[in-house]
């Protein structure tokens, strides 16, 4: 166990009853941070109860307006609705959102961030951050280098994803429907299936299809990266897997390639097929990091390869890098702004 | 219910026990076929076990070189090991042999047939024709007028598929690690996890992936698509995925391509996704057909777009495919040949 991390600074963490949320306290709690204040907050339903924090008992407090005064920092996972309503009034109160939310994730003058992948992006700050989405996050980790050094030209996804993606209900409607199989005469039903996310505009996207392809560009500073992705839920309780097929500008080797990947000290790369050894949900799940296997070539285009590439959605693909954004804030001191 | 229909032939079910062929017995059983014999084999193991046809119980025999005097066609589904060894033997004895295994696939002498895509491959057969993988015969399916009307030019397809294609002991892994969580503790569950098949060679391909690339080329006789696969085994019962990326040498329009494959009486067209309504395992499951949705156009390539494929690997991706190509057969009287 870590010896606690004394940060002088006061934070909250709004939505914190929620999947994601609780995530973000154990994660803290993992890393043994005593704060100035840490605070929580929550709908009104949930208001009143508490949650544990390194053996003490925290109060859930109703999210309002006044949740902001004095904090410096929150981790906020409350919905996009919530996000949206109370981002501005907390910067303006002079307190750093580390929004989870899809909400501020395109806006211009909101950076999004992957400490590992673009941190000076986090330097311009005006007082909103946004967290990646889940399954964007763990694809820009392991891509990175491979863009970096062969320029990525088209990436075409097709991703696996745990249920736990819709929250908390998501996963009691999985296990519910597989304990009680009438639940199954539904024509949609979750267990033992696949799923799609809810669609969006009318050329037949997901809003998790269209999430991935502006927030890859916008994390990669390139427009010129082109994208075809297309996403499927599935009966798995954590952890999200993603095939990619890529092509690059430049000619690559398979091997220098799997070199890139293994120095690159955010991913594992788990690639001995002959053996057995490839990434799968069950091992991504509880770890903060981001694994990759079946590294191959391509043979049906030009400079072409393939990648599977998986991480534990609550962590690293939400919770943990929320975390993250906090620590490279408070390390690089990126805490002064000129509110929105 | 169909009244029955008298063919007069005899027929062999070889792996009768197995999962595929009880879902043969069982097609043939819907169909309402009598046959003028109908003889069920399995190994020793499974040998005076009997089986239910029509109303009368039919005893399981052991396999062997004698199993085929006087048989007009084999349903062979007994694993490659059986066919390699069996079917040439039951060939010389001038019966027809429907092979549901890898075994005979790529050889240049066995067709290899879906009868709604390449029904005339069947013709010159010399005793042994091959009924594709399952994973194949879904994606050809609806491929098909695609590639006849626009030239398919590249593939790139993810699967995720249902575990009941490792056969009972499959599913029964599945349900078992399910009701037992301990199991779960494994490093490569199936439950709430993805996996992959068997893998082969040095390059990193799963063997599926290797079949489903020879296998598409020889069914669409050509040389010239290219192809990239990834395939995934997920705990799903019964019902197999596949989401395919393609571009194709002619410009299309999309409302065309839908309308291509609306007019294809072996797909149904589920494709409205402002309605919610695209196929799934569990909509396919116990039918024939191919389902085709969430058809776009994909702006990241030139003449680029997506399709998502759905059958029921059991049937059309397997019992249901072999016993169209005995439908064929007789209809088109297939049925003189010189043996291998």
Redesign the interface.
């Known amino acids: 166990m870590n010896a606690a991390r004394r940060i002088n600074k006061k934070i909250a963490i709004a939505g914190s009853t929620g999947l994601v949320g609780r995530t973000m306290l154990k994660i803290l709690e993992e890393r043994r941070y005593v704060f100035d204040e840490i605070r929580l907050f929550a709908s009104e339903k949930s208001s009143g109860s508490t949650q544990q924090y390194l053996g003490t008992n925290l109060l859930v407090e109703t999210l309002g307006e006044d949740s902001f005064n004095g904090i410096d920092f929150v981790l906020f996972s409350a919905g996009g609705g919530a996000s949206r309503k109370f981002a501005p009034i907390a910067a303006k109160k002079g307190c750093i959102v580390i929004d989870n939310s899809s909400a501020w994730r395109m806006e211009p003058d909101v950076p999004l961030v992957v400490p590992e992948v673009n941190p000076k992006a986090a330097a311009g700050h005006k007082g909103i951050i946004a967290n990646p989405n889940c399954s964007t996050i763990q694809l820009v980790v392991a891509m990175k280098p491979i863009h970096d050094e062969f320029r990525l030209k ?3 996804i ?1 991703t ?1 994803q745990s249920i736990s993606g819709a929250g908390q209900k998501g996963i009691d409607r999985l296990m519910n429907e ?1 304990e009680n199989p009438r639940g ?1 005469d539904e ?3 979750i267990a ?5 996310h809810p ?1 969006e505009g ?4 997901t809003v998790e299809e269209i999430k991935m392809k502006n927030e890859i560009r916008k994390i990669f500073g390139t427009d010129d990266l ?3 992705v ?1 996403c ?1 839920r ?6 999200h ?1 993603e ?1 990619i ?1 890529f092509e690059t500008r430049e000619p690559f080797d398979v091997g220098d390639l799997r070199h890139l990947i293994d120095k690159n000290p955010n991913v594992v790369l788990m ?1 001995d ?2 053996n ?1 050894i ?1 990434p ?4 991504a799940g509880d770890t903060d990091l981001v694994y990759a296997g ?8 030009e400079n ?1 390869g ?1 990648i ?1 590439v ?1 991480a534990d959605n609550l962590r690293k693909g939400a919770a943990t890098n929320a975390v993250q954004i906090l620590e490279l804030l408070i390390e690089k001191d990126y805490t002064k702004f000129n509110s929105i």
Not at 234 to 239: A, H, K, Q, V, Y
Not at 280 to 283: A, L, V
């Open positions: 088209r990436l075409i097709s696996y597989i199954l024509t949609a039903p033992f299936n696949t799923g799609f669609f009318d050329e037949g996207f082109n994208i075809a297309t499927v599935l009966p798995i309780l954590g952890g897997a095939s097929n690639d097929t002959e057995n490839y799968t949900p069950k091992i079946r590294i191959r070539r391509d043979d049906s285009a072409a393939y599977w998986v």
